[in-house]
């Protein structure tokens, strides 16, 4: 009779003999490995050597010096020379593949080097559209510009509502689990969404407002997307992103028309000024920067490099914009190029400097007829402003936790506020009077 142990050691040794047998797989055995020791240098945003080994997809490309691997032949592939031996030159910073890894790469290109990744791998796509618990936390509101639709960013989807009375019209689901920004384009026919999955991926929606069918879903990159913006024309797409960049994607195509890499630090809002051939992006490095729209071209930061950027709106008409920084800072410039800074004055562009307030701002709106704007705050409070003298009009009744998104309807005369509690309030903002209070979640029963 064999002991348990003896058994336990036996079936151990059997099983990993059959595994031995079985070829050696992309997805279960190969991906940790480049996942550990390869991808930090090696991924769509930082192509070192011009390599990417964080799908197959991105290592099937070639590299600078020709193919990573040549499918059969170990000893003609790069991937295997450059980690083998006893000074391997990858991973070129920390510890060496043990020979056990190395081995198993070397199998996997001599069995072929197939491609097994699941098609669903990379999906986080859901089932079936989720059921709330708790309210979900509202980061991004957009109201069309027709005044028939609001959009207010939910879990993995967008929930949309018609207007007035804010009917249920839609439950827009993909695949970011995170919902950064919205904008609906400037003729109301579509909606556009930025987000992604942080660490992750990137992504684009639009949608289709009248039959609510996706119309793209591009990913992009391998970060959250946010603060994305329409060209007054409706034919391209601004987006910032974690990734510092400013992207201008063509619409419907996708293609990407332009990126920018002049920012520091993560790149949160994005805005065209009149006519569509500049846009303005805000950062937390601190500066709203100008580019021109067609060549990607920097051409100023339109601001004095102050605190970070945490949110921006355009001025309805005017070529300027009002920004809210993280030390509490609500500023209006003009944007155009800094040109007549001196040592005396580098701030040349600024318009109009708000109250401080108190800290970071979360969210910023101009109204459609350009006298207010509205600012919301960590406190749950937010304030309304009148832009052409910054006197402080209205406070709007505290609510629970940070105001992350504010939007006013196209006739200035609601303004709509979502945040951290997850409900949407309308007021009056002549007034600061609330006037309803909304659940965005839809009730449980609608939910399954
Ligand atoms: C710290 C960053 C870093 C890490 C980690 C790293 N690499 Fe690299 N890799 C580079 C750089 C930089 C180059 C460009 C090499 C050069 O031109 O000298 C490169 C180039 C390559 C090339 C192309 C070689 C050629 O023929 O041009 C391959 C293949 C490669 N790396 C594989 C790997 C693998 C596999 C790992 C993980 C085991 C890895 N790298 C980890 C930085 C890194």
Redesign the pocket.
């Known amino acids: 009779m064999i002991s348990t142990s003896r058994a336990v050691f036996l079936s151990l040794a059997l099983a990993s003999l059959a595994r031995a047998a079985e070829p050696v797989s992309w997805f279960r055995d190969v991906t940790p ?2 996942k550990r ?6 991924n769509p945003s930082k192509t ?4 990417d ?1 964080s799908t197959y997809a991105g290592f099937l490309k070639p ?4 193919p ?2 040549v499918a059969g032949d170990p000893a003609k592939s ?2 295997i ?3 083998i031996g006893k000074e ?7 510890d ?2 043990s020979a056990t ?1 190395v081995a198993l ?1 070397e199998r996997w290109v001599r069995e072929g080097a197939r491609d097994d990744t699941p098609a669903d791998a990379y999906s986080t796509r859901l089932s079936a559209p989720p059921v709330y618990d708790a309210p979900p936390v509202i980061n991004a509101l957009a109201i069309s510009p027709d005044g028939k639709w609001l959009a207010v960013s939910g879990y993995h989807e967008v929930l949309v509502f018609g207007l007035p009375g804010l009917r249920r019209a839609g439950r827009w689901m993909g695949e970011s689990t995170r919902i950064e920004s919205l904008a609906f384009s400037p003729d109301s026919k579509r909606l556009a969404m930025a987000g992604g999955a942080p660490a992750r991926f990137g992504e684009v929606q639009v949608w289709d407002v009248a039959t609510g069918n996706e119309s793209a879903a591009w990913k992009i990159g391998s970060d959250s997307l946010y603060g994305i913006s329409w060209s007054p024309s409706g034919d391209r797409l601004g987006v910032g992103g974690a990734d510092k960049s400013v992207r201008v994607l063509g619409y419907p195509g996708g293609k990407e028309l332009v990126k920018f890499d002049n920012h520091s630090d993560w790149t949160l809002q994005t805005a065209w000024l009149p006519g569509g051939g500049r846009l303005v992006s805000g950062s937390r490095d601190r500066a709203v920067k100008l580019i021109d729209a067609a060549s990607g071209q920097f051409i100023d930061d339109i601001n004095k490099l102050i605190e970070p950027v945490t949110c921006l709106a355009l001025h309805p008409r005017e070529e300027s914009v009002v920004y809210g920084g993280a030390e509490g800072g609500l500023r209006i410039y003009r944007a155009k190029e800094n040109q007549d800074r001196t040592a005396g004055n580098n701030d040349v562009n600024l318009v109009r400097e708000f109250e401080r307030q108190p800290g970071p701002v979360q969210s910023v709106a101009f109204s459609p007829d350009g006298v207010w704007v509205a600012a919301g705050l960590p406190t749950g409070e937010a304030r309304i402003y009148q832009a052409s003298d910054g006197k402080r009009v209205a406070t709007l009744p505290k609510q629970e936790g940070a105001v992350f998104s504010l939007a006013f309807a196209p006739d200035s005369k609601r303004l709509y506020t979502g945040g951290f509690d997850g409900q949407l309030r309308e007021f009056d903002p002549a007034t600061g009077k609330l006037i309803a209070t909304s659940q965005v979640a839809p009730p449980h029963a609608a939910g399954r």
């Open positions: 490995i480049f020791s390869c991808n930090g240098c090696h070192k050597g011009g390599v080994t590299g600078k010096h020709g990573s691997f790069p991937l020379a450059e980690v391997p030159s990858m991973p070129k910073e920390g060496p593949l890894e790469l």
